[in-house]
């Protein structure tokens, strides 16, 4: 009987003007921001579809659908946190999560640690229990030329009766 299960998810936003920049559920001053139906927070996205895929449930387009006018704006973290009550209903827990957003501006390094804890609050983990490193993508690509910005997470699920 498998005890763990691993998902991966992937997630990529135009940057435009007049949107507010939130990854991780935080704000960082910038003069662009990511365009999305939701907040479009990138990173949270990309945690969630890892999430989803580690129990092959889908992705969050089936979960949170763009043509639904009830996550116009919506905030991430309460859509994360929906997921997360998913996989717990199903008996998992996670184990950890490990991420890299790739930007090339602004500069993530300072925003880091309150990534982590809004996620980790989010998902009642401790703050070790997330990776999250940021890099640019060398001026190579629409990421590069500042277009976007994408991310790319790995969740570790582990069986919450295997606690017990
Ligand atoms: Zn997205």
């Not at 005890?3 to 990854?23: C, E, F, K, P, T």
């Not at 090339?104 to 500069?107: G, L, V």
């Given at each position: 009987?498998?005890?763990?299960?691993?998902?991966?998810?992937?997630?990529?936003?135009?940057?435009?003007?007049?949107?507010?920049?939130?990854?991780?559920?935080v704000?960082?001053?910038?003069?662009?921001g990511?365009?999305g139906h939701?907040?479009?927070d990138?990173?949270t996205?990309a945690?969630?579809d890892?999430m989803l895929?580690?129990?092959?449930?889908?992705?969050?387009?089936?979960y949170?659908?763009?043509?639904?006018?009830?996550?116009?704006?919506?905030?991430?973290?309460?859509?994360?946190?929906?997921v997360?009550?998913l996989?717990?209903t199903?008996?998992?827990?996670?184990?950890n999560?490990?991420s890299?957003?790739v930007a090339?501006?602004?500069?993530l390094?300072?925003?880091?640690?309150?990534m982590?804890?809004?996620?980790?609050?989010?998902?009642?983990?401790?703050?070790?229990?997330?990776?999250?490193?940021?890099?640019?993508?060398?001026?190579?690509?629409?990421?590069?030329?500042?277009?976007?910005i994408?991310?790319y997470?790995?969740?570790?699920?582990?069986a919450a009766?295997s606690?017990?």
């Open positions: 009987m498998t005890n763990i299960r691993i998902g991966n998810g992937y997630d990529i936003h135009r940057l435009v003007s007049d949107r507010a920049l939130i990854l991780g559920g704000n960082i001053p910038h003069e662009l990511l365009l939701s907040d479009a990138v990173l996205h945690i969630m890892a895929g580690a129990l092959s449930l889908g992705d969050i387009g089936h949170f659908p763009p043509t639904d006018p009830q996550w116009a704006g919506a905030d991430s973290l309460v859509l994360l946190n929906q997360h009550q996989i717990c199903q008996g998992w827990q996670i184990g999560i490990d890299v957003v090339e501006r602004p500069k390094k300072l925003h880091i640690e309150k982590r804890d809004k996620l980790a609050a989010v998902l009642q983990l401790q703050p070790n229990q997330i990776g999250i490193k940021a890099t640019t993508n060398e001026k190579l690509g629409p990421v590069g030329r500042e277009e976007g994408c991310a997470a790995v969740v570790l699920l582990v009766d606690f017990k």
